[in-house]
């Protein structure tokens, strides 16, 4: 009686068992559900490329301090802008300076064809 007792007993646990896994798989598996699931793993995977990204600009952060202290641009040099660059193009044409340049060719020497870039 007992042993009789026993495995109806075991066997209802085991089919409440079973029918509660599979009633579970069931409603993973609603489109509802898969939606839901696949919307937090684009959040997580969003997080890790956040972390990833936030990690490659701080490693990148530390190796551009490293490079600026080892070719010394961190020191403090109190230096003044250069003075503005003349150009050949817009000196004067009295300026004495003008008729020493040897690079200057005159306008009127120089003919331009536009065939001969070809």
């Not at 997580?44 to 490329?49: E, N, S």
């Not at 600009?57 to 003349?86: I, K, Y």
């Amino acid at each position: 009686m007992f042993r009789r007792t026993f495995w109806f007993t075991a066997g209802a646990a085991a089919g409440v068992w079973a029918t509660t896994k599979v009633n579970r798989k069931l409603r993973q598996l609603t489109p509802e559900s898969l939606a839901a699931q696949a919307a937090n793993k684009a959040i997580d995977a969003g997080h890790r490329l956040k972390d990833f990204a936030l990690d490659v600009r701080d490693g990148m952060l530390q190796r551009e301090a490293e490079l600026d202290e080892v070719l010394g641009l961190n020191a403090s040099v109190d230096r003044e802008l250069p003075g503005p660059r003349r150009r050949a193009a817009i000196e004067n044409r009295n300026s004495p300076d003008y008729s020493k340049n040897p690079t200057y060719v005159e306008r009127s020497t120089y003919t331009y064809n536009r065939n001969e870039d070809h």
